[in-house]
């Protein structure tokens, strides 16, 4: 089977599709949709796949409607759109930079939003509203200064990497002196944030995260071509017509929002950016920044990884933090060894 097909439109248009690419955006979305019926079911009451597809067309008992619509579809929805978040914000960060390793996990965005979530906690005793907002204020003040840092008429993907670098440790010494000021009671709390958890997620999470993935996702995938042709160079994307700072702000201010918003619902969420956008590449086999891949992607990932934790520990024992943490971790000493050896770094 070929893997891209050209397809005229009756306007006369030429249209290419890429077949592996869309096939696995499929079995992505349908990986991802079995992994959230299963997570739905999956709890100190267990309620098997077919019920919680009867109750979520309306046709459970009441005690089943409770738990699937109010306790558990919240906790879901969340880990899809954070999962969804991540994974396209760590696929537009990787292809501005250039670099497989420029995720916010590496840049310092994560670690920025930590810190305005711990600045809220230990200094304003904040609720949890209050910490969410900071959380995102965080995240763009450090994405801010990650960009003004790296300037230089441009910003080098090399560049951006190792200014992130630098940000990343200065702003995790921070959070580490947050922790040392708070009280045992601020400083516990601070700690279980930090983990990254979908415990306790509640529809006051999905609204204003859907919302933001409405705007946001359209308005990258749109600017997905002028990314593509960055990848090229500067100057040939130039020649072909690309306003290439415009462009590059844009989708670095959209990367950034998505990151800061799915840190700020579910805490820092570890790896989940940066091995999403190259398990997507290895599994389309197509060049570009394969971003609506990247985002069924990182979805797939965490939901899938908060049904094992569940599964294996049982609900509400490991949060889903942890276990991207330990196999995102895993992933990157294998991504840094691979690209040593093909002589990048």
Request: glycine share 12%; hydrophobic share 55%.
């Amino acid at each position: 089977m070929k893997s891209n097909r050209a397809i005229r439109t009756p306007g006369g248009l030429s249209v290419r599709l890429d077949v592996r690419a869309l096939t696995a955006v499929v079995l992505l979305v349908l990986a991802a949709l079995t992994a959230s019926v299963l997570l739905i079911g999956t709890g100190d009451f267990p309620i098997g796949a077919g019920d919680v597809l009867r109750t979520l067309a309306g046709q459970g008992d009441a005690g089943q409607e409770f738990i699937v619509n109010e306790l558990r579809l919240p906790r879901v929805l969340v880990g899809l759109l954070v999962g969804a978040s991540l994974g396209l914000g760590g696929a537009l960060f990787q292809a501005i930079s250039r670099n497989p390793l420029g995720s916010p996990d590496v840049l310092g965005l994560s670690q920025g939003a930590t810190a305005g979530a711990l600045t809220m906690i230990v200094l304003f005793s904040a609720s949890s509203e209050q910490i969410t907002l900071g959380a995102l204020v965080g995240g763009l003040v450090t994405g801010a200064a990650i960009y003004l840092l790296a300037w230089k008429r441009g910003v080098h993907g090399y560049r951006l990497v190792l200014v992130g670098i630098g940000v990343s440790a200065i702003v995790t010494a921070v959070n580490g002196y947050l922790l040392t000021k708070s009280d045992i009671i601020d400083a516990a709390q601070a700690v279980v944030w930090m983990t990254g958890s979908l415990d306790g997620r509640d529809w006051n999470q999905v609204w204003p995260l859907l919302a933001l993935c409405a705007v946001l996702v359209p308005l990258v995938l749109a600017n997905s071509r002028g990314l593509k042709m960055m990848e090229m160079g500067d100057d040939v994307s130039y020649a072909l017509g690309v306003r290439v700072e415009r462009v590059r702000m844009l989708l670095m201010v959209s990367a950034v929002l998505l990151t800061a918003s799915a840190t700020a619902a579910a805490g820092p969420v570890s790896f989940v950016a940066l091995t999403a956008p190259q398990l997507a590449r290895r599994l389309t086999r197509s060049p570009g920044p394969n971003l609506l891949a990247s985002l069924c992607m990182g979805a797939t990932l965490l939901v899938t990884a908060d049904f094992v934790s569940q599964r294996v520990f049982g609900a509400g024992q490991l949060p889903v933090g942890v276990v991207t943490g330990v196999l995102g971790g895993a992933y990157l000493l294998w991504l840094l060894v691979a690209e040593r050896r093909a002589g990048r770094i």
